[in-house]
């Protein structure tokens, strides 16, 4: 089983839905939680970084962390073609960069 | 402005052929990072430098090599490129602060072997 679980998509919204990216995981020591956007030939951005459960909001973006069933979500409100993009999920136990465990993204078109 | 520069963007080389990539950094971070990214996959660590201690993952190729001659700069050196070796390199630092490290990426290098 992988560490982290994350459907690849692709997933197609029209501009100004609300938009829900998942990621679950299995390891319990997890307590640290990113979610990166990736623009097409670019590198991860970091948008979200949260610790432990609970929910964190900036701007248009919502990272929500349940930890009882290993379970993260982002959302986005309103969504912008500029949202378009892949979003990979990343944890750790640690907080330690080397050992962040990434999803594989889930590709994400906003249709204007 | 830039913070995490790699150099080429794009490479294409030639089986078997050597390829180095560079990576530097104006955020004086004291740990740097080297990543494969193949096409809707995670990003896999090969390496990583805390200041210049060099830290190889147990399942990183022997073909793949990593340099750092200073705080700034980073290499990955791939010695015999073969044709599944094609991916987005990512380079990524971060500081060490108590608790947690975030990581920032550059835009990649992204490697075709023919």
């Known amino acids: 089983q992988k560490e982290v679980e994350q459907d690849p998509g692709p997933l197609s919204v029209p501009e100004g839905a609300i938009v829900s990216l998942n990621c679950t995981y299995s390891?319990?020591?997890?307590?640290?939680f990113m979610w990166y956007r990736q623009y097409s030939r670019k590198g991860p951005e970091l948008l979200m970084y949260?610790?432990?459960?609970g929910n964190k909001e900036d701007g248009r973006f919502t990272a929500q962390v349940d930890k009882s069933s290993k379970y993260i979500s982002l959302f986005i409100r309103d969504s912008q073609p500029s949202d378009s993009a892949t979003y990979l999920c990343a944890m750790s136990a640690t907080g330690r960069g080397n050992q962040f465990y990434f999803g594989t993204g889930t590709s994400l078109t906003v249709i204007p | 402005d830039a913070m995490v520069i790699q150099n080429p963007r794009y490479q294409v080389t030639q089986f078997g052929k050597p390829v180095t990539l560079s990576c530097s950094q104006t955020l004086n971070h004291n740990v740097m990072y080297w990543y494969q990214q193949k096409s809707s996959q995670a990003p896999k660590l090969l390496f990583h430098?805390?200041?210049?201690?060099?830290?190889n993952e147990a399942d990183t190729p022997d073909n793949f090599q990593s340099r750092r001659p200073n705080t700034s700069f980073c290499f990955l050196d791939i010695r015999s490129p073969g044709l599944g070796d094609a991916a987005m390199y990512l380079c990524?630092?971060?500081?060490?602060?108590?608790?947690?490290?975030?990581?920032?990426f550059g835009p990649g290098t992204r490697l075709l072997v023919l």
């Open positions: 990524a630092t971060s500081g060490r602060g108590p608790g947690r490290e975030t990581q920032y």
């Open positions: 430098y805390y200041d210049k201690d060099f830290n």
């Open positions: 390891n319990s020591a997890f307590q640290y």
């Open positions: 949260t610790y432990s459960s």
